[in-house]
């Protein structure tokens, strides 16, 4: 009988090896290459000073956006909108047929309905009193 020895923690080789794993069995079960492309858009001021961005990865035909940041001093000007549409652009020309993302009750739910998303999920008490709100947009066929 094996023995099962406690976790421990994964090294930089464990976790590659670990997705490398996963990922040829997500592709010989669905046909779909897990391959990430990502995508990472910045928005920098006239001075060339960041101001906000997007960070996202289309993986099996979506396009997951893990961080749309815009100071706040720069929000109301559009640029979130413009990030996220250029991210659903080079999406779609990666493949993609859809946008998937989460944030929270104290974030920017009311925006990305604005943009098209519809609310799929929310997780109650995530963090503890409050909620975490998962969105998808289909991005539509040209």
Excluded at 31 to 36: A, I, L, N, S, Y
Excluded at 50 to 67: I, K, S
Excluded at 110 to 121: I, N, S
Aim: aromatic share 10%; proline share 4%; net charge negative.
């Amino acid at each position: 009988m094996e023995r099962a020895d406690a976790p421990a923690t994964a090294n930089a080789e464990d976790a590659r090896e670990l997705c490398a794993r996963l990922s040829a069995f997500n592709r010989a079960s669905s046909g779909f290459d897990f391959e990430d492309v990502p995508v990472r858009l910045a928005w920098r001021d006239e001075q060339g000073e960041l101001r906000g961005g997007l960070l996202a990865d289309v993986c099996a035909g979506w396009l997951q956006v893990h961080v749309l940041w815009v100071d706040p001093e720069r929000r109301g000007r559009g640029i979130g909108q413009r990030l996220l549409a250029d991210a659903e652009t080079q999406a779609r020309d990666a493949g993609a047929c859809g946008v998937m993302l989460d944030t929270f009750d104290w974030h920017a739910e009311h925006f990305y309905l604005r943009q098209g998303y519809e609310v799929f999920g929310r997780l109650h008490d995530c963090p503890p009193g409050h909620e975490r709100i998962y969105l998808r947009k289909v991005l539509p066929v040209l």
